[in-house]
Structures are given as structure tokens and as C-alpha cells.
């Protein structure tokens, strides 16, 4: 199984008017939404043959469930109109790397390969903390490709972690907090664990 | 078979609960680099602590205070011990030494010679008879790494030839740079590298859980855990009868109410596992196949619906699992957050059409099942007699009683804060027990369960604390995929317990292979034929993840007679050798 990575070709440059780069700021879109509401600013969009075909940003504060990742809401918009193994030729768009449960819930569902944004020290399911995508198991792995946008999708994140959580049990003060728009301190996606390095936006 | 009548006549499964052990205690990180071994005069041990430390501060990142400073002759291990002696027979001084371990990184080996010098042994005294003392230039060169742990490298300084003794000789030698695990592993350092100190209190930081909160939770949750693995067991039978699931079942417990449960039995001086149903918050079946059907067929005879699927649980086939949000478990956090949406009155009143989310009903949170629906509305309250009086008062209510007694508080979890609030609102809230007996019996509650006022459920509100699952157990009859072990902690779930014939290769949970006893040539050889073609990710508790959940098995004593537990259930056998995602 996890042969089936050299065979996929490295995505071509990643230019403004690129497919990629389309799809990716349609996640990022999808990013900014969840901003608006609160939301850990996660989106990621479903494409298929060339059409998005389903949306989704993290909900896990209005749904009160710790599960409601992006991945999860656009799956749930694209099997409204198509079955589950049409997920077999859709690709994920996604402007921060999957979690575990993320990773492993793509890989059941078979998702065609995987786009993402910045890495996801803390719980990566595809090459942060476990390789989910590739590793052992009764479903075939998928291809993840990383880095595509991946300062506009950092710079998402952090424009939400400077806020105030006012919904903490205790909300910790950011006041003296400023925006950090430095990058010199992110970690480069290397193409370790199976993930391919999608060359910078810039 | 009435819901309640299905838990009345549940047998508990018998046997007993064990931890399940963290990765990094079941492949331990090890590494080892070289540390300098001296020998001194034994009367300047604390002198040499001093300008030790002074000389060369420790590493504040790499506590090393599992190695002993220092070792009697007796302690060093035989081919250490040889090493030494070949550069510095002991014959030469006086017998009173000692020896001192530098921990790595390694000093310059010079200035260290130079420090040490003043504590050198005490030279044997002049009248005995000494043997010529071998030529230190001839014995083996300068200190160089070892590259096996158990190998040795003795050097001794060539830069004073001259037979002026005292001198202090170097000696390189592997040392274990992570503290040991358990007892025999400390032994077994001890024996082949340097002496080794096992300290069990030791923060064992986010490698495993504190022993001491792991044990105690066991022991609270043992005495029911057969109940509600039973419960889930009916659970999945019915999701797996009903054609809408494979038989996989979840049952969400609150280890608050359970110590509830516990005093009151105490004062009562009756039988703690008596009204194990009551602390019962949620119970969730698998719905996988549920997408495929039209919801109207659930209703329809369960019978032929059962027949048509029948089919679909021998094998795996990918197109017709559905998908693992319709796995049992995050069906039940599903239950737990739309009971809270529907109880948030500030979230009705503001609906916010614009949010660019499925509206819909994906995870099928709406379609219960008879005991879905049993546990989530009709049981209101607990099951015990009406005697207000022996009700604990509210300073013993389920929040207040949590994070005395079962200790479940290592995260920053929300309640810490707000269970200083607790007893003020407990007297008019819906958790207290006594504002629910006072009106009669459990069956006199007539609600649909859908309203947002419902006093239906023990899903404590988002007021009370409630917030996804934490401090929550989940009972499962299998272990949960991948999946769904990393959402049992991204709903901050306190314990996770499945049966250990319910594991499965496709896990998230399980840490290492079964290791059986061959005795019963009958048992299930389930660490045989899954153990080498499977990942053990032990997800549960992982230094790396931000969350972490205690990790339970419970192992049957009395298994039935195809000694299949969790499988036996579909009653023609033919999960038994299914890999699926539960």
C-alpha cells in the first residue's frame, strides 16, 4: 500500500491562477467563515472533477461536540449528492493538516489524496504526530500533499488564538498581545512520513 | 422486549478490569550515552558533589537523578568493575574508595582529572608490600565513546608519566539517560551499566498515567463495568438486529454519579452495583448502514431488514460501512452535544441561518433507537427508592464529589472552575437527586425528550458544568477505530472500556499483543492472529497528544462456549473474523 505514493506525480508549481491554488483559497474562505463565528479557523473544500462539491469549517463550539472537524461537515455536504465511493476520485483541500481523527476518518472514507495548508504539531494525523494516512491498515492509503498557502493558513490561527476566549471557565488575558507575523519560527513541512512538499505560494 | 425490561434481565459480563499500558511504557524510549566513571578517597564524597556541580552545572533538560553519584565496589557491575580495575588496580591505595559517576554530556576529560585530583585515593602505605605499578602509558588510549551499552573503555591520563601517585584514572562506561520504567529494568541497568534508581513517585510526566489515579479509577469503575459492557452488548445486538448497524455498542457513564451511587449504597448498607443503570448518561448504537436505507425502513419490520444486511457484516466492503461518524461512539458525543444545543436556550434564540454548515442531520442523532431513546429521555431520574432523606445533600452533588474522589481533573478541564458554583444552583438544578424523587416514581415523567426545558436527561447542561464529554466514561463492546479513539479524546472522555475480546487489528487503543497462556487450547487466539498485522497506536494516552484519556480492558473469566465474547452476539459466528472499524 504505501508503494502508491512514489507513483503520484509531485503536484506542478503552485502558481495564483493554479487549481490548487483555487481550491486552497476556497478552504481558506471556509477558514475565515469559522473566524466570523468563533470557530478555530479550520476550512477545507471537496473537489471533484473540477467542482467543489462540498464545504466545511470547524463547528465544534456551536455543536457543542469536539468532533465536528471541517472534514467532517464537507463530507456530510457531498454525500447529500453523491455516494461514498464517488470520494474515491475527490481530492481535500484543507488549510490545516488533518487531525488523527480527521486522517483516519478520510482514509475509511477513501479519499483521493489530501492537500493541506500548515502542519498540525499537536495532533496530525499525516506526518505531524502519527502518519495515519499511510500506515497499516484494511484501507488504502492516500497521497498528502503539504504547505500549499501555508502562511495565509498560520496566519488564520493565530489571528484566532490572540483573542480572548470568553467562553474559557477562566478567560485568560491576551490584552498586551500582539499579532505574530513572523515566520522565521515555523516549522518547515520536510517530506518526511510520506508527505509531499508543495513548492511556496509566494 | 420494553427498554426497560432488556436492562432488568442483563446479565453483567464477569471478570476483571486491567490498564491498558501507554505506548511508551509498552516501547519505552531508551538511549544511552557515556558518562565518566572515577575512583576517589571515600572520605571527600560531599566535597566532590560540590566542586563537581560547581565546576560542570548539570543540564536542567536532562535530569539524571535515576543514577546514583556514586557506587561502592560491591555495586559496579563485573565488566565495569574490570575495566576499572585494569587502570587502576586496587591494590595500589589504600582501600578506602569510592566511586563517582559523571552523568553526559561529557567534561573535558583533562580538566576533570585536574579537578578530581585532590580527592584522589590514598595511596597504600609505604611499609606493605606493593607490587610495581603498570606503566599508565601502556593501558588502552584516551577515553572514546562506547558504542555498546555494555561495553566498557578504560583510559588513564598520559599526561603524568611520572609514578606520582595519588592519580585519579577515567573510565567510560553506557549509562541509561531516561529514567527506568519499572523495578526489573532498573535492576537490569543496574546489573550491566551503572547503578540505577527506580523511583515509582517519580512524574513519570506524559508518559502514563500517575499509577495512583490510574488504580484508583480502576477500582471505582470494576464493580459495574460489567453492567454497562453488558448494556452495550444489547446496545449492539440491537443496532445489529435492526439492519441499521454492525453490532458494535456504546454506553457513556457518569463516574460522578456512579460515587453517588456508591455512599449512598454505603449508608444504606446495600448493594453498590443494585442501581447501575442509573448512572447511565447515553447509550449509542452503530448506524452505518443507516445512510444507505431510508429512515421510514427503520420502522418496518426489524426482521427483514436484518436478513437484507446480514450479508454485509461477513465482509468488509468499503462502499456500504457508511462512514465512522455513524460508529457508535461519536454517535454518542453526537447525543451528549444535541441534548446541550437543545438545553442552550441562548443558542435558540439565535439561530444563525447563515452559518455555512450541513444543517442536515448526518450522524443521524435523530433516529433513535427503543434504548437509544430509553437512556437519552425517558430515564429521569435515578431508579432508587423515593427516600429523600437518603439523599446526599448538595455539597456531595456529582460535580463536588467528582473531583474529590475520582480524580479525573489532569487537564485544564472547565468544571475545576466551575464546581466552586456547584452547590449554589444545585437545590433548584436538574442533577439534584432529591428535586427528582420528590414527585413520585421514574415512570411518571412523561417528556418527548425534545424539548429544550426536557428534565428528561442526566446529561449534565452547559450551566452545570457540562461541556463534550469530559469526566465521562464510555463502555464500548469493541475497540474503537482509529477514528473514533482520537474523538473519545477530543471530547475529552476521562476512560475509555472495551472488552478484550473486542479488540480489533483496525484499533486505535490496544498497546502491545495479547499474551496468553497456551493452557486452554479452546481460548480465542486473538493476540495470534491479529498481533503481528496491526498498528498499536495506544491513542489513549499519548505524551504527544494535548488530551489523554485512561485506557481500560476488561478480561472475562467466564467467556461462553464458543469463548467468544462481543462476536458471539450476531449468533452464526460470522463476524469472528471480520476486520472492521468499530
Same mark, same amino acid.
Given at each position: ?37 468563533? /470557530? ?67 482514509? !475509511? *472514507? ?31 492509503? *492516500?497521497?498528502? *500533499?503539504?504547505?500549499?498557502? !501555508?502562511? /495565509? ?9 490572540? !483573542? ?39 | ?27 519505552? %524510549? ?47 557491575? @563485573? ?12 591494590? #595500589? ?94 535492576? @537490569? ?41 453488558? %448494556? ?33 449504597? &454505603? ?23 443507516? $445512510? ?47 441534548? $446541550? ?26 433516529? %433513535? ?6 437512556? %437519552? ?12 432523606? @437518603? &439523599? ?75 461541556? #463534550? ?20 479524546? #477530543? ?27 497456551? $493452557? ?54 460470522? @463476524? ?7
Amino acid at each position: 500500500m504505501d508503494e502508491a505514493f512514489s507513483e503520484i506525480e509531485i503536484t506542478p508549481a503552485v502558481s495564483e491562477n493554479s487549481k490548487h491554488a483555487q481550491w486552497m483559497k476556497a478552504a481558506l474562505d471556509m477558514g475565515e467563515k469559522a473566524l466570523e463565528h468563533g /470557530e478555530t479557523p479550520v476550512g477545507c473544500v471537496l473537489v471533484h472533477n473540477d467542482k467543489i462539491v462540498g464545504r466545511g469549517m470547524n463547528d465544534t463550539n456551536r455543536s457543542m461536540n469536539g468532533t465536528r472537524h471541517a472534514e467532517f461537515l464537507a463530507i456530510a455536504e457531498f454525500l447529500q449528492s453523491f455516494p461514498k465511493s464517488a470520494l474515491q476520485s475527490t481530492d481535500l483541500y484543507v488549510t490545516v493538516e488533518p487531525c488523527i481523527m480527521c486522517a483516519s476518518a478520510l482514509r !475509511q *472514507y477513501r479519499i483521493r489524496s489530501v492537500y493541506f495548508g500548515c502542519a498540525n504539531d499537536r495532533f496530525g494525523g499525516t506526518g505531524g504526530v502519527l502518519t495515519i494516512h499511510a500506515d497499516r491498515s484494511i484501507d488504502s492509503a *492516500y497521497p498528502v *500533499y503539504g504547505g500549499l498557502f !501555508q502562511k /495565509e493558513a498560520i496566519m488564520l490561527l493565530r489571528r484566532f488564538y490572540i !483573542q480572548e476566549n470568553t467562553k474559557a471557565p477562566v478567560p485568560r488575558a491576551k490584552k498586551h498581545r500582539e499579532l505574530n507575523t513572523a515566520f522565521d519560527q515555523v516549522r518547515e513541512i520536510t517530506a518526511t512520513n510520506g508527505v509531499e512538499v508543495l513548492p511556496s505560494s509566494q | 422486549m420494553h427498554a426497560a425490561e432488556i436492562i432488568k434481565a442483563i446479565e453483567p459480563l464477569k471478570g476483571s478490569v486491567v490498564a491498558i499500558k501507554t505506548v511508551q511504557e509498552t516501547r519505552p %524510549l531508551e538511549d544511552f550515552a557515556d558518562a565518566f566513571i572515577a575512583e576517589i578517597n571515600v572520605k571527600s564524597a560531599s566535597k566532590v558533589i560540590k566542586a563537581l556541580d560547581s565546576a560542570f552545572p548539570r543540564d536542567e533538560s536532562l535530569p539524571m537523578s535515576h543514577l546514583r553519584r556514586f557506587a561502592k565496589r560491591n555495586m559496579i557491575p @563485573q565488566e565495569l568493575l574490570a575495566a576499572i580495575e585494569a587502570v587502576s588496580p586496587p591494590d #595500589l591505595h589504600d582501600g578506602q574508595t569510592l566511586f563517582v559517576m559523571l552523568p553526559p554530556p561529557l567534561p573535558d576529560a583533562e580538566a576533570l582529572r585536574k579537578l578530581l585530583a585532590q580527592f584522589a585515593p590514598q595511596p597504600r602505605r609505604r611499609n606493605s608490600t606493593t607490587p610495581p605499578r603498570p606503566d599508565p602509558a601502556t593501558s588502552q588510549p584516551e577515553a572514546a565513546p562506547s558504542d555498546s551499552p555494555s561495553a566498557a573503555q578504560a583510559s588513564t591520563s598520559s599526561t603524568s608519566p611520572e609514578p606520582q601517585i595519588p592519580q585519579i584514572s577515567l573510565v567510560t562506561t553506557r549509562v541509561p539517560i531516561y529514567p527506568p520504567f519499572n523495578i526489573s529494568q532498573a535492576d @537490569q541497568w543496574t546489573k550491566t551499566m551503572w547503578p540505577v534508581v527506580f523511583n515509582p513517585a517519580a512524574p513519570r510526566s506524559n508518559v502514563a498515567p500517575p499509577p495512583q489515579i490510574l488504580s484508583r479509577t480502576r477500582e471505582a469503575i470494576e464493580p459495574r463495568a460489567g453492567h454497562f459492557l453488558a %448494556l452495550a452488548r444489547k446496545v449492539a445486538e440491537e443496532a445489529h438486529t435492526s439492519g441499521r448497524g454492525r453490532a458494535v455498542g456504546a454506553v457513556v457513564v457518569d463516574p460522578a454519579i456512579e460515587s453517588e451511587l456508591e455512599s449512598i449504597a &454505603w449508608d444504606k448498607d446495600s448493594d453498590p452495583t443494585e442501581h447501575w443503570m442509573d448512572a447511565v448518561v447515553a447509550v449509542a448504537g452503530d448506524v452505518r448502514y443507516a $445512510r444507505l436505507e431510508a429512515a421510514h425502513k427503520f420502522n418496518e419490520t426489524n426482521q427483514t431488514l436484518g436478513d437484507e444486511t446480514s450479508q454485509t457484516t461477513s465482509g468488509y466492503n468499503p462502499d456500504i460501512e457508511g462512514g465512522p461518524d455513524l460508529h457508535a461512539l461519536m454517535r454518542a458525543a453526537e447525543f451528549i452535544a444535541r441534548r $446541550r444545543r437543545q438545553e442552550d436556550e441562548e443558542l435558540a434564540e439565535t439561530p444563525e441561518p447563515a452559518l455555512p454548515v450541513v444543517l442536515t442531520d448526518p450522524q443521524l442523532s435523530n433516529q %433513535l433507537s427503543p434504548l437509544e431513546s430509553y437512556f %437519552l429521555n425517558e430515564t429521569s431520574r435515578l431508579t432508587l427508592g423515593p427516600e429523600p432523606d @437518603q &439523599w446526599p445533600t448538595s455539597n456531595l452533588s456529582p460535580k463536588k464529589r467528582k473531583h474529590g474522589d475520582s480524580g479525573a481533573g489532569w487537564a485544564d478541564e472547565p468544571q475545576v472552575s466551575s464546581c466552586s458554583t456547584a452547590p449554589s444552583t444545585a437545590p433548584s438544578g436538574e442533577k439534584n437527586p432529591s428535586a427528582r424523587t420528590e414527585d413520585g416514581s421514574c415512570s411518571a415523567v412523561d417528556c418527548n425528550g425534545d424539548g429544550p426545558s426536557s428534565p428528561g436527561s442526566r446529561i449534565r447542561t452547559r450551566s452545570e458544568g457540562g461541556y #463534550l464529554c469530559t469526566g465521562l466514561d464510555i463502555y464500548l463492546t469493541h475497540e474503537p477505530c482509529v477514528c473514533c479513539s482520537m474523538g473519545i479524546l #477530543l471530547s475529552r472522555f476521562r476512560a475509555v472500556i472495551y472488552p478484550r475480546t473486542g479488540r480489533l487489528p483496525s484499533g486505535g487503543i490496544a498497546s502491545e499483543p495479547i499474551v496468553r497462556p497456551t $493452557r486452554d487450547e479452546h481460548a480465542p487466539k486473538e493476540g495470534e492472529h491479529q498481533g503481528e498485522h496491526r498498528e498499536y497506536y495506544g491513542l489513549h494516552w499519548r505524551k504527544e497528544l494535548n488530551w489523554r484519556a485512561l485506557g481500560y480492558e476488561f478480561v472475562e473469566t467466564e467467556l461462553n462456549e464458543a469463548g467468544e465474547g462481543a462476536t458471539a452476539l450476531t449468533k452464526d459466528g460470522s @463476524q469472528e473474523d471480520v476486520i472492521f472499524h468499530a
